[in-house]
């Protein structure tokens, strides 16, 4: 099977873009996945006795899903994309979960806000304003990794690696009968 080899010279706009795409990832994990969040989560566990125990657990949660994000732009950042793809799926969907759960309560509750930012506005509205960008992260790295983890270079890649393999496992075994040592004298 003949293996294409496809050069970072005949894409150059694909690299310049890969690396657009690297930074915002970077940024959006910094701001959207560590200080909304965060924020938002820091409401649950200082009101976890108003609200209830289940939010305690939702903001630990919420907390523990930012952190498997960050392991999974890491991951990406260390070219394992599919691993990375999967973690930010299932820290993505807890997440959403978590949020709609949460407003869920708040709404059947009818609980306002009543900071200055957020007074008049529903606290499901304010939730979902807080911890909804923090999907972008989540969506960008689905899009980087799966696009590079299905590309033609790296799937020449990995076929390379493949048949390589493959070649060191069906290559014959030295012969234990000619060894080359004449033990006759």
Same mark, same amino acid.
């Given at each position: 099977?003949?293996?294409?080899?496809?050069?970072?010279?005949?894409?150059?706009?694909?690299?310049?873009?890969?690396?657009?795409?690297?930074?915002?990832?970077?940024?959006?994990?910094?701001?959207?996945?560590? &200080?909304?969040?965060?924020?938002?989560?820091?409401?649950?566990?200082?009101?976890?006795?108003?609200?209830?125990?289940?939010?305690?657990?939702?903001?630990?949660?919420?907390?523990?899903?930012?952190?498997?994000?960050?392991?999974?732009? &890491?991951?990406?950042?260390?070219?394992?994309?599919?691993?990375? =793809?999967?973690?930010?799926?299932?820290?993505?969907?807890?997440?959403?979960?978590?949020?709609?759960?949460?407003?869920?309560?708040?709404?059947?509750?009818?609980?306002?806000?009543?900071?200055?930012?957020?007074?008049?506005?529903?606290?499901?509205?304010?939730?979902?304003?807080? &911890?909804?960008?923090?999907?972008?992260?989540?969506?960008?790295?689905?899009?980087?990794?799966?696009?590079?983890?299905?590309?033609?270079?790296?799937?020449?890649?990995?076929?390379?690696?493949?048949?390589?393999?493959?070649?060191?496992?069906?290559?014959? =075994?030295?012969?234990? &009968?000619?060894?080359?040592?004449?033990?006759?004298?």
């Amino acid at each position: 099977m003949k293996v294409v080899s496809i050069s970072k010279k005949k894409q150059p706009a694909a690299g310049a873009l890969r690396m657009t795409g690297t930074v915002l990832l970077i940024l959006s994990l910094l701001l959207l996945t560590w &200080l909304l969040p965060w924020q938002g989560s820091k409401g649950w566990l200082l009101h976890a006795d108003n609200y209830g125990a289940g939010f305690r657990i939702s903001a630990y949660l919420v907390r523990g899903c930012s952190g498997l994000v960050t392991a999974g732009v &890491l991951l990406y950042l260390l070219r394992k994309d599919l691993i990375a =793809a999967v973690l930010g799926t299932v820290s993505g969907v807890t997440v959403l979960a978590v949020l709609l759960r949460a407003m869920q309560i708040a709404e059947e509750r009818g609980w306002s806000g009543r900071t200055e930012a957020s007074f008049g506005l529903q606290a499901a509205t304010v939730w979902r304003n807080g &911890l909804a960008p923090s999907f972008a992260t989540v969506v960008l790295l689905l899009l980087l990794a799966l696009t590079r983890y299905f590309s033609l270079s790296e799937r020449a890649l990995r076929q390379q690696k493949r048949d390589a393999k493959e070649r060191a496992e069906n290559a014959s =075994a030295p012969s234990i &009968l000619d060894s080359g040592t004449d033990r006759s004298a």
